[in-house]
């Protein structure tokens, strides 16, 4: 079985005057590298897929695999017509990719079953592990508890990405045991972790990675008492991750560090000047 845990970055996409900046893609993994996360993922929503078209994304994939060495790559792909998706799936078979991570099919709506013979398609057309993003705030439909405890029936799904909201879900996922649980909530992190989930795709390690590694590895180790005490000192740079749209916190701290251009394409925006100044306070 795949083991999708520890910490895992859902990598920026940098920019450089309208362009990807490969340069500084590459820069930023090998730095993640040396942090000691688990993994990346790619071309997740933190990595604005959306504005990336297929060329780009392809290029970015490259990007990260060439840098990450031996630690894993998941690719995110996503999309509502579920042949497409498909189509996108088989393309990346023969990529030396860890697995994919893939979305409910947004804006429609779809009913459970719909979601279940969307998910089931694309694992069928998978030759790589399948990890299900459970996001209902930006998809517009929830993955319910049964939907995905039979998802989890199929041989090639073996996680999820939980940013549903449901702490009574989390856990009876936990509990069922055949899905490793990856918290995507980056504030739900410690508990989620301490209550058995197998880590975390969190875009607020970008900054201070080494510390959220330490943190997950106490609590893996049962030295609470030190990972609470890194968790309360994370708590306040994680809200302030979030405190404006996803991935514009993340990528204003980053600049302040040298690390990439303060660059996303619209209609994402650059962050306001008090909270870009918090960010630089924080990560100093």
């Not at 795949?2 to 990807?20: D, E, H, K, M, R």
């Not at 509502?80 to 998706?85: I, L, R, Y």
């Given at each position: 079985m795949?083991?999708?845990?520890?910490?895992?970055?859902?990598?920026?996409?940098?920019?450089?005057?309208?362009?990807?900046d490969h340069e500084a893609l590459d820069a930023l993994v090998r730095h993640y590298a040396h942090a000691g996360v688990a993994g990346f993922v790619a071309l997740g929503t933190t990595g604005?897929?959306?504005?990336?078209?297929?060329?780009?994304?392809d290029a970015v994939l490259a990007t990260v695999l060439a840098a990450a060495g031996m630690l894993p790559v998941v690719a995110g792909v996503s999309g509502?017509?579920?042949?497409?998706?498909r189509e996108r799936i088989e393309a990346l078979n023969d990529a030396p990719i860890a697995g994919v991570l893939a979305a409910a099919p947004y804006y429609i709506r779809p009913s459970q079953a719909g979601v279940i013979?969307?998910?089931?398609a694309l694992a069928d057309a998978s030759r790589k592990p399948v990890i299900l993003y459970d996001i209902p705030a930006r998809t517009g439909v929830r993955l319910e508890l049964a939907t995905l405890l039979?998802?989890?029936?199929?041989?090639?799904?073996?996680?999820?990405?939980?940013c549903g909201g449901s702490l009574d879900k989390t856990l009876a996922l936990i509990l069922d045991g055949r899905l490793q649980v990856l918290c995507g909530e980056d504030i739900e992190m410690f508990g989620a972790l301490c209550a058995g989930a197998?880590?975390?795709?969190?875009?607020?390690?970008?900054?201070?990675?080494?510390?959220?590694v330490a943190m997950a590895q106490a609590v893996r180790e049962e030295r609470l008492g030190d990972a609470r005490a890194l968790w309360h000192g994370l708590v306040p740079l994680?809200?302030?991750?979030?405190?404006?749209?996803?991935?514009?916190?993340?990528?204003a701290a980053l600049a302040q560090r040298g690390l990439i251009r303060n660059e996303l394409r619209a209609p994402m925006t650059v962050v306001s000047a008090e909270l870009e100044a918090m960010l630089g306070r924080m990560v100093a």
């Open positions: 795949s083991s999708f845990s520890g910490i895992w970055i859902p990598l920026v996409t940098p920019f450089n005057q309208g362009a990807v604005e897929p959306a504005a990336l078209d297929d060329r780009e994304q509502n017509h579920t042949a497409s998706v013979g969307h998910f089931a039979e998802l989890a029936g199929h041989e090639r799904i073996v996680a999820v990405k939980d197998s880590g975390a795709i969190a875009a607020s390690a970008h900054l201070l990675p080494a510390r959220f994680v809200r302030a991750a979030f405190a404006e749209p996803n991935p514009g916190p993340v990528k």
